[in-house]
């Protein structure tokens, strides 16, 4: 029994990449034949639906909600030194808009030619992002929007409204620790479902497995194999080329609901690449899916001309004229914990914001 029980061990190891990248052939052979499957009707309903502009006029929470957010922006656009012209600031009804278009496009064009990133603009947007967070909340009612902290780490969120409510919970990058997951698991909703992925088989699978669904690949700007830090129960950390599965395909054909309620991204370097899905306008956005809290971890890049840091830039200030997340919280541990909120969806702001604002309306 013991020889077996060895030979058996010896298998999986020798072999654990071929059985990860059976894995993989079989899960991705599985999404074919649900896409083929899919309903065109429900697809078309829900891009329609993420298209239509919410009434957050409805109750009078959600109308104070909406214009905290709006003064909120205008305060992170201040301090983030944005004063480029946008469409999202204009009325398309306006005589001039025709020519306030061209004179955004040209703005753009213009920025684009002399907006080079020379390392100084990333480290003090890196290191004041927080403080910028603390003082646009603190200075508009958004200050309402308190977020509970997971204890012992530096994760955020709000528990939906009413408390029974089914959620889904999405992480990537489990690290062989799911204290995250089980504290959760005793808040919400039993109906609520978890979903995570990591490359790291053998030891996420074992643990995982009792909480929710385990998808055993990294998730990446595209499916392929590709370079990525591997974290291990002992702490040790190793770079490898292991299986990405696309972060389009992940949420569209695997884990397949239109609604996210918590999505913590702590997958070592395809945070960059997250960023662009989620954002107005991503395959998210296209694809009628909507997230409703984000945590994400941004590791530190160290080299000086590393790509990430512009890319980390431009989309902190893109997320802010985008009107659909609101930056509540950043923690600086080395690597960034950022912590964003959709404001823009209708569904979001009934689950978990529009309660936080009721204390005032019984005031008025």
Request: glycine content about 4%; proline content about 3%; overall charge negative.
């Amino acid at each position: 029994m013991w020889n077996t029980s060895l030979t058996i061990s010896v298998f999986l190891r020798r072999y654990r990449t071929s059985i990860s990248l059976c894995s993989l052939v079989i899960v991705l052979f599985l999404v074919n034949i649900s896409i083929h499957s899919k309903n065109q009707g429900d697809l078309l309903t829900a891009q329609n639906k993420n298209n239509a502009e919410p009434d957050f006029s409805i109750t009078e929470e959600l109308r104070m909600l909406r214009l905290a957010f709006l003064k909120w922006r205008t305060c992170m656009r201040e301090v983030l030194d944005d004063h480029q012209l946008s469409l999202d600031d204009m009325d398309p009804e306006d005589p001039q808009f025709s020519y306030l278009k061209w004179l955004v496009s040209q703005a753009e064009k213009k920025h684009k030619e002399v907006d080079e990133d020379t390392g100084e603009n990333f480290d003090h947007l890196w290191h004041k992002l927080g403080s910028y967070a603390d003082k646009c909340r603190s200075k508009t009612d958004l200050w309402h929007m308190e977020p509970e902290t997971v204890v012992g780490t530096a994760l955020k969120f709000f528990m939906p409204s009413p408390s029974d409510t089914s959620a889904t919970f999405v992480r990537v990058g489990i690290g062989a620790n799911v204290s995250i997951e089980r504290y959760f698991k005793k808040r919400l909703s039993p109906d609520s479902e978890f979903y995570g992925a990591d490359p790291v088989f053998m030891e996420n699978s074992q643990i995982y497995s009792p909480i929710g669904i385990f998808f055993p690949f990294a998730v990446g700007n595209e499916t392929g194999l590709k370079q990525a830090t591997l974290k291990y129960s002992t702490e040790r950390v190793s770079s490898k080329f292991v299986n990405h599965i696309g972060i389009d395909i992940f949420f569209k054909n695997l884990i397949r609901k239109d609604i996210i309620d918590y999505l913590i991204f702590e997958g070592d370097g395809g945070e960059y690449d997250m960023m662009a899905h989620l954002a107005k306008d991503g395959t998210l956005d296209k694809a009628g899916i909507t997230v409703c809290q984000i945590n994400i971890e941004y590791h530190l890049p160290k080299e000086m001309k590393d790509p990430r840091k512009e890319i980390f830039r431009k989309h902190i200030v893109q997320f802010v004229r985008d009107r659909k997340y609101t930056l509540l919280s950043v923690t600086n541990m080395g690597n960034l914990r950022v912590f964003w909120v959709n404001t823009s969806s209708l569904e979001c702001a009934r689950r978990y914001l529009e309660r936080l604002f009721s204390n005032d309306v019984d005031l008025v």
